[in-house]
Nanobody, 124 residues
Framework: QVQLSESGGGSVQTGGSLRLTCVAS????????GGWFRQAPGKEREIVAA????????YYADAVKGRFTISRDNAENTVSLQMNGLKVEDTVVYYC?????????????????WGQGTQVTVSS
């Protein structure tokens, strides 16, 4: 089973940038589609971006289109999320996820493995 670990969260001011990185261990990330989700307290986990196993197709939630970029490096076993133009409303915990099937999916229940989450805080 793959294990996922996120890094790169932190605190920035409005308009700033952060890069989240998810590293897979115990298995090759190239066997999985990847996704980034976020969850605010009391709310459901929502998709931010998703990427197929080879990076050929990507999905972005409307709220982050044009600001966030998902990418992957299968040689390094990583999936990353570059976040630019951060807004206060982007302040939540972000989770990396992996899906055993190769196709692109946006529902949290379609993903099989999860990281522990990393906090992103954007202040005005």
């Amino acid at each position: 089973q793959v294990q996922l670990s996120e890094s790169g969260g932190g605190s920035v001011q409005t308009g700033g940038s952060l890069r989240l990185t998810c590293v897979a261990s115990r298995a090759s990330f190239s066997n999985y589609a990847g996704g980034w989700f976020r969850q605010a307290p009391g709310k459901e986990r929502e998709i931010v971006a998703a990427i197929t196993w080879n990076g050929g197709n990507k999905y972005y939630a409307d709220a982050v289109k044009g600001r966030f970029t998902i990418s992957r490096d299968n040689a390094e076993n990583t999936v990353s999320l570059q976040m630019n133009g951060l807004k206060v409303e982007d302040t939540v915990v972000y989770y990396c996820a992996a899906r055993s099937q190769f196709g692109l999916r946006v529902a949290a229940n379609e993903y099989d493995y999860w990281g522990q989450g990393t906090q992103v805080t954007v202040s005005s």
